[in-house]
Nanobody, 126 residues
Framework: QLQLVESGGGLVQPGGSLRLSCAAS????????MGWFRQAPGKEREGVAC???????NYVDSVKGRITISRDNAKNTVYLQMNILKPEDTAVYYC????????????????????WGQGTQVTVSS
């Protein structure tokens, strides 16, 4: 059973940076797409970014230029580097994984993922 554990959340001032990590264990395939999602109080869950097995990425418009998703396949870890943080980035952030069969290029910011982490809180406030 694949397990995902997020870390790196916290309180940061506007304009600051955080790096979230998601460590995965229990892979049964070499082909997993990874995604980062967030959910703010009273709002629907939003796909922030995704990355394919081969490193192709996709971002929601509101974070382009500020947030970067990356992965280290040797360490089974995906990262979300968040810079120039804004109060509207405040949310619980979740990482997710999906077995893509043998596709190394697929990723999606939709909710088609099979496995989810428990979430880490990010609060941007002065």
């Amino acid at each position: 059973q694949l397990q995902l554990v997020e870390s790196g959340g916290g309180l940061v001032q506007p304009g600051g940076s955080l790096r979230l990590s998601c460590a995965a264990s229990g892979f049964t395939s070499d082909y997993y797409a990874m995604g980062w999602f967030r959910q703010a109080p009273g709002k629907e869950r939003e796909g922030v970014a995704c990355i394919s097995r081969s490193g192709s990425t996709n971002y929601v418009d509101s974070v382009k230029g500020r947030i970067t998703i990356s992965r280290d396949n040797a360490k089974n870890t995906v990262y979300l580097q968040m810079n120039i943080l804004k109060p509207e980035d405040t949310a619980v952030y979740y990482c997710a994984a999906k077995d893509t069969g043998r596709s190394s290029t697929w990723c999606s910011r939709g909710a088609e993922y099979d496995y989810w982490g428990q979430g880490t809180q990010v609060t941007v406030s002065s």
